[in-house]
């Protein structure tokens, strides 16, 4: 596993230097929902949609080395290495063109989490969690038939099991940050995307108010070169 890092480590680039990137991280177990909201958020606010799951997919298409051990790793209901998926998500997010991002089933644990500061290391602008049922997670899994091959029975009990367990301290991580935002996913998908659209309009208004600030206000060096460049005119004007 280590060697795959180790080959890929250098194949992205990054973004431009000051270039400000919206990330939202969508968290929710199998079956709660999270691509029906991030379908609906892209449609209304503009965001890129990417899944961790959908990027691990592909690659395993791809017919590499990496994608055999990410499709044998998958099978077996384990998660890939989390340096594996950070390289993807920016892979993906660069090559959209885009700056504003929801990012879907990530982080799925602490070591997701350290390897996207490390990598990427852009601060969510929050959280947002689609809380379910387990029970709920399961009758939909076994009733949407989307033909994926991790979606046998046996696999659908370990992602929960995983979910709940690795999961549970990155929801508590950012919870202590004051990031977390919870929605009811238990409800219908429209219902719960009323309470979401809540959430996206007070990053837009945040982001408006924000937009608002000059450049010369933003950045300290500019504003005491003005501040002593007027000065020296007020000086000048009050002798004459």
């Not at 989490?113 to 399961?138: G, H, Q, T, W």
């Amino acid at each position: 596993m280590a060697e795959v890092v180790e080959v890929h480590k250098d194949w992205i680039g990054s973004f431009p230097s000051g270039k400000k990137i919206t990330v939202v991280f969508v968290i929710g177990g199998p079956g709660s929902g999270k691509g029906t909201q991030c379908a609906k958020i892209v449609s209304q606010f503009g965001f890129t949609h990417l899944s961790a799951g959908d990027l691990l997919r592909e690659e395993v298409k791809s017919d590499t080395e990496q994608g055999t051990m990410i499709k044998n790793l998958m099978h077996e209901g384990k998660l890939v290495p989390s340096e594996i998926i950070v390289r993807l998500l920016l892979k993906a997010m660069l090559a959209s063109g885009n700056d504003k991002f929801l990012i879907d089933g990530f982080p799925r644990d602490e070591e997701n989490r350290e390897a996207y500061e490390k990598i990427i290391n852009i601060e969510p602008e929050f959280v947002l969690l689609i809380d379910c049922s387990r029970e709920e997670m399961e009758r939909r899994i076994l009733h949407r038939n989307q033909g994926r091959d991790d979606d046998n029975m046996e696999t659908i009990r370990q992602r929960f099991e995983v979910f709940q367990q690795s999961t549970l301290p990155v929801i508590q991580h950012y919870e202590k940050m004051g990031k977390l935002r919870r929605v009811d996913g238990t409800r219908q998908p429209d219902m719960v995307f009323e309470d979401v659209k809540v959430i996206f309009a007070q990053l837009n208004t945040q982001a408006n108010e924000g937009s608002g600030v000059s450049r010369v206000q933003t950045n300290p060096f500019k504003r005491w070169f003005l501040d002593l460049f007027c000065g020296c005119f007020d000086m000048q004007d009050r002798r004459n």
